[in-house]
């Protein structure tokens, strides 16, 4: 059985209140007794969704991407749509959202798939991962500070994209592999 970290947290210090993220200070008990000092990034969660345009029993099923503008990667990177979650929003609702504002598309049915942690060595952010079919196209409505272009491709692409290092975002890669794997039997 694995022990919760509250049980472990000793004490907690907020050292930075974003609008994004929070950042604390925990002072924990390690499984041998000893103390420690973390820093830890506090994350509201997010989801990410592929979607899929064509029927996952094609011979090559078609992903709608999105190239997005990311500061932090040094340019446009190749991703799945993703969002953070909103207060009292569920992670179904947040793909949703997401994939209409990022792609303007709408989905008939969408399923989970699964939920990573991103870096759990310093924050709590988990994504949820989901798959979105019977997509219909509608115009995106992406936010002010987001840059996306939007482009349908072959799931042999995507894989080539994400051997090649094309695809370099962590969720999107384990979303896309977790489709190829467990949902297309690729």
């Not at 993220?21 to 509201?44: C, F, K, Y």
């Not at 990022?102 to 060595?121: K, N, Q, S, W």
Request: proline fraction near 8%.
């Amino acid at each position: 059985m694995t022990e919760s970290p509250e049980r472990r947290r000793l004490e907690t210090r907020r050292a930075y209140a974003g609008r994004l993220i929070n950042v604390d200070l925990d002072t924990v008990q390690a499984p041998d007794g000893s103390t420690w000092t973390l820093e830890m990034v506090r994350h509201p969660g997010a989801a990410a969704v592929v979607p899929l345009l064509s029927d996952p029993a094609s011979a090559d099923p078609q992903v709608l991407l999105i190239r997005q503008y990311r500061y932090a990667a040094g340019g446009p990177i190749w991703e799945v749509p993703a969002g953070v979650l909103e207060p009292g929003e569920s992670p179904e609702e947040c793909a949703r959202r997401e994939l209409r504002e990022e792609t303007g598309a709408r989905a008939g049915r969408v399923e989970y798939l699964t939920t990573i942690y991103t870096t759990p060595g310093f924050t709590d952010e988990r994504i949820h991962l989901f798959l979105a079919t019977g997509i219909t196209a509608g115009e995106p409505k992406p936010m002010s500070d987001e840059f996306i272009v939007v482009e349908a491709k072959p799931v042999s692409r995507v894989l080539e994209m994400i051997r090649d290092r094309e695809i370099v975002d962590g969720k999107s890669i384990v979303a896309l592999l977790y489709l190829a794997g467990f949902r297309l039997g690729l």
